[in-house]
Every structure is written in C-alpha cells, then in structure tokens.
C-alpha cells in the first residue's frame, strides 16, 4: 500500500513527460477554453443587439442542434480519417469564423441572422472535433498510460470548463463583446498549431483478403462503405456488446441526472431551500466542479486495472444515494459536502469507463462508439431539463427523488450482466 501511495504522483505525470501528450494536452484545453468563451460570448453579444431572452435562445439552439446531428458523421468520419488531421482543420475553421464574427461586431455590420448562420457553422465543426478528441489518445500515448493521460486531460478540461466563461465574461467587461470573439478565434488557432506538432502512431493496417481460395476462386475485393452504412455499423457494434450498452446506458442516465438536477435542481435548492441565493448556487456549482477535478486526478494516480463494472454500478448507487440526500437535507454544509462526493466519483469513474472504452474498442470503430455515446448524452440533457423543471414546481424532494429511483434502477441493472460485473 505504502508503495502504491509512493509511487502515486509520478504514475498520474508520467504521461506528460512526453512531448505528443503535452500538445495534446495544451490543444483540447484551448479548445475547451474557446467553447466556454463562446457561449458567453454568444449571449452578451445577441442580448446586445436585441435584447431578446428569446432571440438568444435561437442563436444557442443553431449552435446545439447541428453538433447533435452530426456528432455520429463527426465519429465515423474520425474512424476512416486522421482525428489529428479532423482536430486541426475543426480548430482552424472555428477560429476563422469567430475572427468574421468578432470583426463584423466592431464595424457594426454584424446581425442576428449572421449570428444564427455563424453559431449553426460553429456547432457543425465542432461535431467533428469532439469524437476525434476524445478518440485521438490511444494514438498518443501507450496502453499503459492511457488512465493517468486521461486524468490530466480530464482535469485541463474541468479546469477550461470554468476559466472559460469567467475569463470571457472579463474580457467582456474590460472592453467589448466583439473583442471576445477575438480572443476565443487566437484560442482555437493556437490549439490548432498545438495538435499539428502532435506525432501519432499509424493504425494497424487491416489484413488483406487472400488473392485466392483453396479452389482457385479469387477474393472479391470489399465494395467501400457508404457513411450511411459506417454509421448503422458502429451504433451496432455498440448495441452487440453488452458491456458498451451498459456504459452508453449508464453515460445517458448519469447525462439525464446531471443536466436537470444540476442546473434546474441547484438554482431550485439554493434559492427555495437553502435561501442562499446565488452565492450558494456559486458554491454548490463550485463543490461539484471540484469534487470532480479531485477524483478525476486521483484516478489518474491510482492507476492499475480495477473492475470497472463494479465502479460504473457503484457510481450510479453512490450518485442515486446522493440525489436522495440532497431531497431530504435542508442543511448547506450537509448539502455542500454531499454535492463534493458526488463529483468526486463522477471525476474517479469517468477516467476509468474512458480509459476502458479506449484500450478495448478497435481503433477502427471506436470514435463511432463515442460518437453514439455522445448523442445520446446530447439528447439526454434537455428531456432532463423539461422533466426536472416541471418536477421542481411540485417539490424539490419530488426532484431529487425521481432521479435517485432512475439511479438506482441503473445501478441494479449494471449488477444483473456477469460479463460487465467482470469488466477490467
């Protein structure tokens, strides 16, 4: 034990001393700090031109809906293309379309339907850059270092997620919100010079079908697939391995209990239980953002191959007895505590459920596996927002008690498959 606490913090920053994951690890934290600069830059700029609550909402909406569409052509064009290649161009063309959106503003000549037409181009490519993202590692770093190279990329992602729309809303504030689009552009031209210094390992090459068979017939060569066909191909890969449905399973009730409960719940408890206001909504928001860092860098330095099916069943218990908590405490330090443990196994069983998915997936399929796995988490988050916003007018233990049932049903279906019991 002791030497497994010794060797903890170089296992968890191995991976860095290696100049790929370095790049890799400053790109996607640029790219992450761009999308957080975007989203608020979005906001101030549309309620700046119209005042519109409404109006902002269908510039967000152009933005959201394209990247769902086309989040599974993103995955299956990664599996047949280069992902760094993919994470380059999605990079540079978004700079370029905030640079056009930030210099119409300061001329004057920008409008809202420019606006739509950039969030929608936004969201588009950003389609293709996510599933490559989050398939590229494996092709970086070797096998064993895949679940501390995780966690660091976890923690730089968790980090930009809330540097981002604070240091967007500053650069608002000390100047003007066109020049936030500026800054978000330089973000994402420098991410893409970051993963073009990236050397990734070539895929295995498939082995070729014999000239002929034992009776002299000769191999009819493979007809190409159709991006139709590569996509129906990888939601069935996903669909045939039980120990993928689960985690997909699994990744969209925890999505669905995350986006409602933490957002519509948070501002709910807060406000209504706590009477706190929005320095409690501060602090619980803060608590899970940093209860996730915390676990997520100590599943990095734990290291080994645990069984990651009892961890994804643990999860869902541990998550589904939080949510009970907080529908029946009605005090902040309880409340706070709780919200922290929740994000610490959050952060702890995502580096591991990730690092599992890449070291057993087939390079050739696996952004297609993620891919699904994100739309459904995409599809998810608003049927969680409607549920728990109409849920929290009656109660917020009406709230919070639905979600803990849906948690736990998840948690004792995970434990019914022997073959994901004994996922490593």
């Known amino acids: 034990m002791a030497t497994t606490l010794a060797g903890a913090g170089p296992r968890l920053w191995a991976p860095a001393r290696h100049r790929p994951f370095r790049l ?15 989203v608020v830059a979005f906001s101030w700029i549309t309620l700046g031109l119209t005042g519109s609550t409404l109006t902002l909402g269908y510039v967000l909406a152009f933005q959201a809906v394209p990247r769902a569409l086309l989040t599974l052509v993103g995955g299956t064009l990664s599996d047949s293309w280069s992902t760094r290649t993919l994470m380059i161009a999605s990079s540079w063309t ?32 950003d389609a293709f850059f996510q599933p490559a993202r989050m398939s590229i590692l494996p092709s970086v770093v070797d096998e064993t270092l895949l679940t501390p190279a995780n966690a660091l990329l976890g923690a730089g992602t968790r980090t930009a997620a809330v540097l981002g729309p604070a240091v967007g809303g500053l650069v608002i504030a000390v100047t003007r919100a066109p020049v936030a689009f500026l800054v978000d552009a330089v973000c994402f031209a420098l991410c893409g010079w970051c993963v073009l210094g990236v050397r990734t390992r070539p895929r295995a ?32 890969f996903t669909w ?25 719940g948070f ?16 602090v619980l928001n803060g608590s899970l953002a940093g209860g996730a860092m915390l676990g997520t860098l100590a599943g990095g330095a734990l290291g080994g191959r645990p069984r990651v099916g009892l961890m994804v069943a643990g999860l869902a218990g541990w998550l589904g007895a939080g949510m009970a908590v907080l529908g029946l405490v009605h005090s902040t330090p309880a409340v706070v505590a709780t919200v922290l443990a929740m994000g610490f196994a959050i952060g702890f069983q995502g580096v591991f459920g990730l690092s599992w998915i890449q070291r057993n997936i087939p390079s050739d399929v696996l952004s297609r596996v993620v891919s699904v796995d994100m739309v459904l988490g995409y599809a998810a988050a608003p049927l969680s927002l409607v549920v728990c916003g109409a849920l929290a007018r009656t109660s917020t233990f009406a709230l919070f008690a639905t979600v803990a049932a849906v948690l736990a049903v998840t948690a004792v279906a995970v434990l019914a498959s022997r073959a994901v019991r004994e996922m490593r």
């Open 24 to 38: 890799l690890w400053l790109g996607q934290s640029l790219s992450l700090l761009g999308d957080g600069f975007s």
């Open 94 to 125: 978004r700079a370029g379309l905030m640079a056009a959106v930030g210099i119409g503003g300061l001329t004057g000549h920008l409008t809202v339907w420019m606006l739509c037409a950039a969030a929608a181009a936004f969201g588009a490519v």
């Open 205 to 236: 090459p498939k082995p070729a079908a014999p000239a002929a068979d034992e009776t002299g017939a000769v191999a009819v060569a493979e007809v190409p697939k159709s991006l139709g066909a590569r996509i129906r191909e990888g939601v069935a």
């Open 240 to 264: 045939r391995d039980p120990r993928l449905r689960t985690v997909v399973a699994l990744d969209t009730a925890v999505n669905f209990c995350y986006a409602g409960p933490f957002t519509v």
């Open 267 to 282: 501002a709910t408890l807060a406000d209504q239980v706590l009477r706190g206001g929005s320095a409690t909504l501060g």
